[in-house]
Nanobody, 120 residues
């Protein structure tokens, strides 16, 4: 089971990016999915999360600018980032609770990260 994050890049302040997190492998179900980020010299922080049922939560710093969504059929989770600021610069990681079998507990799984740089 793997998570693959993609969609990062260099964008000017005020711009937008859409990150994708793709799950692959033998998966029975994907439960809660979160996006984290880690800037140089800082701790990893939770940016946004989405439950199986679609309930969402956001860090105060990204509310009204970022939107997390999921497509369960495609095993994808997205993070739409608008009005980007230089302080959003970080490596972004997706994290998910994944079950490979209905008889086993879910496994906490991390993606490899994608770099987002906001700079003029």
């Amino acid at each position: 089971v793997q998570l693959q994050a993609s969609g990062g890049g260099l964008v000017q302040p005020g711009g937008s990016l859409r990150l994708s997190c793709a799950a692959s492998g033998s998966i029975f179900s994907i439960n809660n999915v979160d996006w984290y980020r880690q800037a140089p010299g800082k701790q990893r922080e939770l940016v946004a999360g989405i439950t199986t049922g679609g309930s969402t939560n956001y860090a105060d710093s990204v509310k009204d600018r970022f939107t997390i969504s999921r497509d369960n059929a495609k095993k994808m989770v997205y993070l739409q980032m608008n009005s980007l600021k230089p302080e959003d610069t970080a490596v972004y990681y997706c994290n998910a609770e994944i079950k490979v079998s209905p008889f086993l507990r879910s496994r906490n799984t991390w993606g490899q990260g994608t770099q987002v740089t906001v700079s003029s």
